[in-house]
């Protein structure tokens, strides 16, 4: 893998994105399954920069602490950086932001596989 260690990239809050909107709460607030699915979309990009055509990578793992809300329309900083890497999985730390303030923290691990090789284990289960 390259060098860059540290990756970062942005999101707007959207009307679809609330707690509220997708039933994971009742407010109109940023829900944490889709700032979970940010922080996953953010190491996944950085980690597709520097695979092969035939590697995608997986979440395995990922522990979140979301510590305060976001609004519609507000401006979100994911950053992730690779705390490790076990052959071919790789463990993140991550915050994102808010306007500059941390609004969640955690880590998360992403497996790199084989598409054909993962694609073909769905296609016959054992």
């Given at each position: 893998m390259k060098a860059v260690k540290e990756f970062s990239k942005k999101f707007v809050v959207g009307s679809n994105d609330t707690a509220k909107e997708i039933g994971s709460g009742d407010l109109e607030v940023l829900a944490t399954p889709v700032m979970i699915t940010m922080v996953e979309n953010t190491a996944k990009e950085y980690l597709h920069k520097q695979l092969a055509p035939e590697e995608t990578s997986v979440g395995t793992l990922i522990e979140a602490r979301h510590l305060r809300p976001s609004v519609v329309g507000a401006q979100m900083t994911v950053k992730v950086k690779v705390a490790s890497?076990?052959?071919?999985k790789i463990n993140f730390s991550f915050e994102v932001f808010d306007n500059g303030?941390?609004?969640a923290?955690?880590?998360h691990q992403r497996a790199v596989i084989l598409t054909d090789v993962f694609l073909e284990k769905l296609a016959h289960p054992k």
């Open positions: 890497q076990e052959k071919t303030q941390v609004v923290t955690g880590i």
